[in-house]
Structures are given as structure tokens and as C-alpha cells.
């Protein structure tokens, strides 16, 4: 499995961002994927800032992120979103996508290590 991170940038604080993450290389349908957007900022340690069970019936967004962000799918094409809304200084990071194959019960992954699938990463940057 490949995903494809992209949409990253510099906005200014209050500004808005959308990443999207491609997935390509499985031949399963994308709904049997739990998926989760996750950040690393310098000197800090990686985090799930958003997660999604499957096709999205169950979410997690971290208390950070909570309001701002928000996590999707397009049924269409085996791509998730993560619009981010508000943004601010300290959600500047290098954001990864990532995703797991479901275990279709209904529980959100919350722990970076949970999840198989990586993204490269796209570097956000949110200037004062």
C-alpha cells in the first residue's frame, strides 16, 4: 500500500488549509481501512491529531485540533481529506496520513503505533 501526502504550504495564522492523502497499491475496497492524520512538530513527538473509523461513522480529533479540524473521505476514490480551519502557529508540523486494515469494530486508533500505512509527509507552516 502507498499513500501520497499533499497540500501542505505556508498560510497565515487564521488561514486553511486541505490535505489529501491517496491511497494506491491494494486491491481491497477502501472501506475496509480505518484511517488518521497525524503531525510531528520539531522536537516533538508524533500525534494523531484526527482518526476515522472506516467510513467515518466513528471520529477522533485530538483536543488541540478539536472544532478546526476535520477529517473525510470521498467515497469516490480511496483519498481522505483533512480540512483544517483556524489556523494557528502551533500546528505547524509535518503531517502524515496513515491507515490500517479494519478490524470493523467500531473503535478509533488513536496511538500512531496502531496504524500499518504510511504517508511521506507534507510540511505545514502557519506564519504569526
Known amino acids: 500500500v502507498q499513500l501520497q501526502a499533499s497540500g501542505g504550504g505556508v498560510v497565515q495564522t487564521g488561514g486553511s488549509l486541505r490535505l489529501s492523502c491517496a491511497a494506491s497499491?491494494?486491491?481491497?475496497?477502501?472501506?475496509?481501512?480505518?484511517w488518521a492524520w497525524l503531525r510531528q512538530a520539531p522536537g516533538k513527538e508524533r500525534e494523531v491529531v484526527a482518526a476515522?473509523?472506516?467510513?467515518?461513522?466513528?471520529?477522533y480529533y485530538s483536543d488541540s485540533v478539536k472544532g478546526r479540524f476535520t477529517i473525510s473521505r470521498d467515497n469516490a476514490k480511496t483519498t481522505v481529506y483533512l480540512q483544517m480551519n483556524t489556523l494557528k502557529p502551533e500546528d505547524t508540523a509535518v503531517y502524515y496520513c496513515?491507515?490500517?486494515?479494519?478490524?470493523?469494530?467500531?473503535?478509533?486508533?488513536?496511538?500512531?503505533?496502531?496504524?500499518?500505512?504510511w504517508g511521506q509527509g507534507t510540511l505545514v507552516t502557519v506564519s504569526s
Open positions: 496513515a491507515s490500517r486494515p479494519s478490524s470493523r469494530i467500531p473503535v478509533v486508533h488513536t496511538l500512531p503505533s496502531s496504524y500499518d500505512y
Open positions: 476515522m473509523y472506516l467510513s467515518g461513522g466513528s471520529t
Open positions: 497499491g491494494r486491491t481491497f475496497s477502501n472501506y475496509d481501512m480505518d
